[in-house]
């Protein structure tokens, strides 16, 4: 009995690991990303419009549903949850993209005094749910345009998939599990492209 239970544990770990390692894709859509490890210092850029969300092409259509939906349920709750799904984005998103990326890139480092600068474009997110007793985990797509200190595009780089969620699934709070996807992805495009 304890060997099936081992055995069922070390699944259930495997199961959760693999596919967060396989989760982020990457597609070079211009450039030279070799050009990449002779820089050491970027500044950084986001830009969330135009942007996917869910099932809607356009997130103005996915905000009016979520701020009706929660408004009807209780009186200013759906703009308070509006102005957290903005504001998540300065105070959790972007920090927790560039401490993760500054943390696994060895060629550079995200700095205001960057001389190249990269421009992430989050083009698509998946905010998923967790009711306890059934989740979806949130994730991103995002392209990353890195320009030289004239402007010319070095590399862009276009990446799909990366997962949002927290270990144990204590993730109740939308902000958490897309924190959660911008720390991933700039763990992943750090290690990919900055990380020689």
């Known amino acids: 009995m304890k060997k099936v239970l081992t055995l069922l544990g070390l ?11 396989k989760a982020q894709k990457f597609k070079v859509l211009e450039g030279d990303v070799k050009a990449l490890s002779s820089i050491s210092g970027l500044k950084m850029e986001y830009v969330y419009t135009p942007m996917s969300v869910g099932k809607f092409d356009d997130e103005a259509d996915y905000l009016d549903k979520k701020v009706k939906e929660y408004n009807e349920k209780e009186s200013g709750r759906g703009s308070r949850w509006k102005k957290s799904w903005i504001a998540d984005r300065q105070k ?22 960057g001389t190249y600068k990269m421009i992430m474009h989050t083009t698509f997110t998946e ?5 306890v007793v ?46 959660e996807s911008y720390a991933m992805a700039g763990k992943a495009l750090a290690k990919k492209y900055f990380g020689k």
């Open 127 to 131: 905010p998923g749910y967790n009711v």
């Open 11 to 21: 699944a259930t770990l495997l199961l959760l690991i693999v596919p967060a390692a």
């Open 92 to 113: 959790r998103f972007e920090p927790s993209f560039e401490e993760l990326f500054n943390k696994h890139a060895k060629s550079a480092q995200i700095t205001p005094g």
């Open 134 to 179: 059934h989740r979806k985990n949130a994730s991103i797509d995002a392209t990353f345009t890195i320009l030289d200190p004239s402007g010319n595009v070095v590399a862009k780089i276009q990446m799909s998939g990366a997962p949002g969620r927290s270990f144990g699934g204590n993730d109740y709070d939308t902000g958490e599990r897309l924190e």
